[in-house]
């Protein structure tokens, strides 16, 4: 049974940082890439961005590029989204996920087979 529990949401002002953490449980994850996704209030899911888990290099969605990094720890199990320079829009419930692929990046949802059970960012104004 694999487990992705995400941790870190919370309140930050705008031009804040946050930290997530997504702890994975169950299986080896080396064969595995890891993704983050967003999801606000009435509108779609959307990609933030992904990492392979044995080479830890990452790709990133157009609207976090340049401001959030992804980095994993093996020996942890654990997947980090490094949320700087924060706006308003990027409010969201942040959720990790893991697709059973080891090349590529994965952008849409629907290649990811586990998921996480969220957690909630708000950056004010």
């Known amino acids: 049974q694999v487990q992705l529990v995400e941790s870190g949401g919370g309140l930050v002002q705008a031009g804040g940082s946050l930290r997530l953490s997504c702890a994975a449980s169950g299986r080896t994850f080396s064969s595995y890439t890891m993704g983050w996704f967003r999801q606000a209030p009435g509108k779609e899911r959307e990609f933030v961005g992904v990492v392979n888990w044995s080479t830890g290099s990452a790709y990133y969605g157009n609207s976090v590029r340049g401001r959030f990094a992804i980095a994993r720890d093996n020996a942890k199990n654990t997947v980090y989204l490094q949320m700087n320079s924060l706006k308003p829009e990027d409010t969201a419930v942040y959720y990790c996920?893991?697709?059973?692929?080891?090349?590529?990046?994965?952008?849409?949802?629907?290649?990811?087979?586990?998921w996480g059970q969220g957690t909630q960012v708000t950056v004010s104004s």
């Open positions: 996920a893991a697709a059973l692929r080891s090349t590529g990046w994965p952008y849409r949802s629907s290649e990811y087979k586990y």
